[in-house]
């Protein structure tokens, strides 16, 4: 099978190769899936080298695939010809392949009406957004909860998310409003209309208005910040907590970026790595047939161009996701 692969966890430079096709062990609730459509995550490939797999493995990237089953465990609830996504777990390789292997517990039926590259947009970002708020913010405890729970924890709480029109913010962004939050996103001029149509009550240029100097208003500071960005965008998100409120970070543990003169008492800082879980994703294919939320494509690429897809996910300013097309390889 065609594949891009990372040589080896030092080196940022993919290659494009024919590897042998997977082969698949039922037992362990493993599916053959033929890949449609893949898409990369930010940063992944200084994974293997900061978060070494748990067993050596190829280095394949694209945690995020949507595809048609070609075999599986007899009493499987997704049997060959069955249209899924995932989020694939990161102890077996990514999806930047023409066959890949999923697992019961980390499969969904593919959103009905919705195109191979739509539905590979969605898994890693969205999964990520239902865990923050239903699990890991703590709003509702500390457990974690069902969406009406959930609805009836965060209605009419304040919530800052950085990188609002990213692949992750977008997400948070729309889940949020639907449990009834106040949602103020950050992102550049460009995507501002994006960021209100997605719900956001309103929306920061992070170009022009720093963080510090808005939280000063009356009435500004919020309950939970969720970032998206780490580093200087998680630092200036620490001034507009109110005292007791959370900060939340998918990019580093929030404590690292908390400024050395920030005064505010009992702010939790939270970090942590999404998993991939079944039950959140089938939740979130409800939701989009619904027509209550949405992914985004920000570009789409054949597997023979991912050196320029990459370098597209590298600038940090894709709106929505990167997904690659094997649609047309079979």
Known sequence: MLSIIQPNANSTALKL????????????????????????????????KNFPPPSPRELIPCPDVAGIIISGPEDSPFQPGDEVYARTNYSRPGNACEFSIGVT????????GMSWVEAAAIPVSAETAWQILCIHAGIA??????????????RGKRVLVTAASGGVGIWVTQLATLLGAEVIGTCGAANIALVQSLGATEVIDYRRTHL??????????????????????????????RDGGVVLSIFQPPKQACPKDFKGTGVKGVFFVMEPVRRHLEEITKLVELGKCRGMVDSVWPLEQYQEAFQRLDTGHARGKIVFDLSLNH
């Not at 517990?105 to 009905?112: D, F, G, I």
């Not at 405890?141 to 965060?154: H, K, L, M, N, S």
């Not at 100097?213 to 507009?240: F, H, N, R």
Request: proline share 8%; net charge negative.
């Open 141 to 154: 405890g500390d457990a974690e909860v069902d969406f009406a729970t959930a609805q009836a924890a965060w």
């Open 17 to 48: 190769i024919s590897l042998p096709s997977p082969t698949i062990n039922p037992s362990l609730g493993e599916h053959l899936i033929r890949v449609k459509a893949c898409a990369p995550c930010a940063g992944e490939l200084l994974w293997p």
């Open 105 to 112: 517990e980390e499969l969904a039926h593919k959103p009905k």
């Open 212 to 241: 510090r100097e808005w939280a000063e208003q009356p009435g500004k500071k919020v309950d939970v910040v969720i970032d998206c960005i780490g580093k200087q965008s998680l630092e200036d998100a620490w001034w507009t907590v």
